[in-house]
């Protein structure tokens, strides 16, 4: 019987250290390399606005992070999330935090947002179809990246995975690495000298 007690105390210490070593991986972070807003004045979001997307965004880039374990697919999509609200709001507090934290190895802790993922997926998807009926080159690319968006955090959002599909279809992939990894823009030829 004390044999028994003992070798059940062995394996439940083994596997708390077992779950200690999963949840202390390291694990490696990209930042976004943003050298200015892929956004223009054009785009139309109010600041106030543009700020308060933000950072549902990056709570919820955080927050995915967190419930994934710093899994490679998380890491993927809050890098995503985390660009698009830092194109949205360059300097939002939220988005800078996150980004920063996940840059030192830190998963950020369970932030409490506005919105359950549910609802801001709603969010996105309704202002992504606003922006799609103003038109214009800005409202259209944010237009796709909310939408897509609202069908991966929502799939049983049939409103917003049909939306995507058919973003997809008429347009292709949408091309992440235009908010995830810009090229930056080209230095200004030096003035000739005649």
Do not use: C
């Not at 996150?98 to 998807?125: C, H, M, W």
């Amino acid at each position: 019987m004390t044999r028994t007690w003992q070798a059940a105390a062995l394996a439940v210490s083994v596997i708390g250290m077992l779950h200690a070593e999963e949840a202390a991986k390291p694990f490696t972070w990209d930042p976004p390399k943003i050298h200015r807003s892929l956004f223009s004045h054009e785009l139309g979001m109010l600041d106030p606005e543009r700020d308060e997307y933000a950072t549902n965004l990056a709570v919820y880039a955080a927050n995915r992070v967190a419930m994934g374990k710093a899994s490679p697919a998380a890491l993927e999509d809050a890098r995503r999330v985390i660009s698009l609200a830092l194109h949205l709001s360059p300097r939002n507090r939220k988005a800078v935090v996150v980004n920063f934290q996940l840059s030192k190895g830190l998963i950020p802790e369970d932030a409490r947002g506005d919105y359950a993922p549910q609802t801001l997926a709603r969010l996105l998807l309704t202002r992504g179809q606003l922006l799609e009926k103003q038109g214009g080159a800005d409202n259209m690319i944010a237009a796709r990246a909310f939408v897509q968006l609202a069908a991966e955090m929502d799939p049983k959002n049939e409103d917003a995975v049909y939306a995507s599909e058919i973003h997809r279809l008429d347009h292709g992939k949408l091309d992440w690495t235009m908010f995830t990894d810009p090229k930056p823009e080209p230095p200004p030829e030096p003035e000739r000298i005649p």
